[in-house]
């Protein structure tokens, strides 16, 4: 498509229980990446993949918080056990690939998802 | 560590008169610097980006940025803001990652308010 796609756009879960947020990038993007944002707060980075591997995840807050992507497509962020404090927006976002230094490739980022844990 | 500093949580300005939405940055190294902005309930939009070359990088909707080295600076502008305008503004710097991707520090946003 000709932007980041991300479901589901609103998702309401009780506490416990696991959902999963879907994140399809631009195509040809290698680059994909997931940001959280709390309400009033900045966005944390959570976990880059490039193509299936994810070089960087230091940013998963805890070991329920996991994510996988399929070749250089669809990524999935599961987050097992829902507490209270992951309400937030989940943002995926995708770009191309630098190789060797840096060379600011924008990132696009999609709508988001927006997760309540009630 | 590389990060980013936006000193105001919120500019008032009138619609018309030109704004301008701080930031200042911290990295070690050559900067890569965007803005990007944020309508209610809505993702991020991106706005502009320096990388290299001239200070003043013109992005999207009319706005504008100016690179300042001495004084880490990479200040949003636009000459006559717009009720539109009215969004949330984000100040990003980027850094290589293992593998080839940009990790993008964020400030913690200005809000902009564009009043008639």
Known sequence: GAGVSQSPSNKVTEKGKDVELRCDPISGHTALYWYRQRLGQGLEFLIYFQGNSAPDKSGLPSDRFSAERTGESVSTLTIQRTQQEDSAVYLCASSLANYGTASGNTIYFGEGSWLTVV | ?116
């Not at chain 2, 980013?4 to 190294?29: F, H, I, M, R």
């Open chain 2, 1 to 116: 560590a590389q990060s980013v500093a936006q000193p105001e949580d919120q500019v008032n300005v009138a619609e018309g008169n030109p704004l301008t939405v701080k930031c200042t940055y911290s990295v070690s190294g050559n900067p890569y610097l965007f803005w990007y902005v944020q309508y209610p309930n809505r993702g991020l939009q991106f706005l502009l980006k320096y990388i290299t070359g001239d200070n003043l990088v013109k992005g999207s909707y009319g706005f504008e940025a100016e690179f300042n080295k001495s004084q880490t600076s990479f200040h949003l502008k636009k000459p006559s803001a717009l009720v539109s305008d009215s969004a949330l503004y984000f100040c990003a710097v980027s850094a290589i990652l293992t593998g080839g991707g940009n990790k993008l520090t964020f400030g913690t946003g200005t809000q902009l308010k564009v009043e008639l």
